[in-house]
């Protein structure tokens, strides 16, 4: 399927790899894995765009017809985060950035008919009066990376990569629409979470329980990171980890500092992150 700006959201699997081994040979690195930081006319956006469609149709029977459809407006305001795999010369996981200053990005068109809160109102509930903001508008990754330490790895860099590139770029606030289990994991990462003018969840693209949520953005690293030590103090062995549900507890909060501490301070994260102009240092 072509959309009208035409942007692809299917790519058969040798053009994808053609795409990424010209991308990985062009920036060579040690790292299994790297964050590629690349505009809407890019080739290697529409390896993300395929990837989108391929994790969202599983997940919510959202076709490459229903992409298009659904981003085809937003296409030249879109900024994506392919992550990679050198070693085996695929895609891993994307995601997608839609930048603009309120109006014009998806969360906040599509919010007023959905929470039943006027734009004008929605902007006002957060301070949204000019400055950049980014809408989170896809996050997914490949089945067979969501297992193991390469889950680890993958969400990480994508979330850390929003971080370092939403600075650079000065964003003032983020929006996204969350499904159930992205708004868990991103909330247990320590990310602080509001509801868009204080809504409700509700039915969005497939997911029945969808959020719109609204994030500070120069707060989300600060807290992020403070929330490793949270989670590392709750890991430490108690009399209750004798109980059922203890170890597994310790065990969750083991992994979740892991992963707010790469987030939130960029270790072993950052020199993952490569843009057209190569490595992008802090």
């Not at 950035?97 to 998806?106: A, D, L, N, P, Q």
């Not at 929006?175 to 708004?183: F, I």
């Not at 868990?184 to 497939?206: Q, W």
């Not at 987030?263 to 020199?271: A, I, Q, R, S």
Request: positive net charge.
């Amino acid at each position: 399927m072509t959309a009208a700006t035409g942007t692809r959201y299917e790519l058969s699997p040798e053009t994808a790899r053609r795409v990424v081994t010209e991308f990985l040979a062009a920036h060579p690195g040690r790292g299994r894995f790297v964050s590629a930081v690349v505009g809407p006319d890019a080739p290697l956006a529409d390896v993300g765009r395929a990837l989108e469609r391929q994790v969202f149709e599983h997940a919510f029977g959202n076709d490459a017809t229903v992409m298009a459809d659904e981003y085809g407006a937003y296409e030249a305001n879109s900024i994506f985060f392919v992550v990679l795999d050198r070693r085996r010369g695929v895609p891993a996981g994307v995601a997608r950035m839609i930048e603009s200053t309120g109006r014009g990005v998806k969360t906040i068109d599509d919010a007023p008919r959905l929470i039943g809160v006027g734009t004008d109102d929605i902007l006002a509930a957060h301070g949204m009066d000019g400055g950049r903001v980014w809408d989170c508008a896809t996050l997914a990754v490949l089945p067979e990376y969501r297992g193991g330490r390469s889950s680890l790895i993958v969400s990480s860099l994508l979330y850390r990569t929003f971080l370092v590139i939403g600075a650079r770029r000065e964003v003032r606030h983020a929006v996204s629409m969350l499904d159930r289990g992205a708004y868990r994991n991103i909330g247990l990462m320590g990310t602080p979470l509001r509801p868009l003018a204080g809504s409700a969840p509700f039915a969005y693209l497939g997911s029945p329980e969808n959020r719109a949520v609204y994030m500070d953005f120069p707060a989300i690293a600060p807290a992020v990171a403070a929330k490793a030590a949270e989670h590392r103090r709750r890991a430490r062995p108690t009399l209750a980890t004798l109980r059922p549900r203890g170890l597994r507890r310790i065990l969750t909060h083991r992994v979740a500092a892991t992963v707010s501490r790469r987030v939130g301070t960029g270790h072993d994260l950052d020199h993952l992150i490569v843009g057209p102009d190569g490595a992008i240092p802090l």
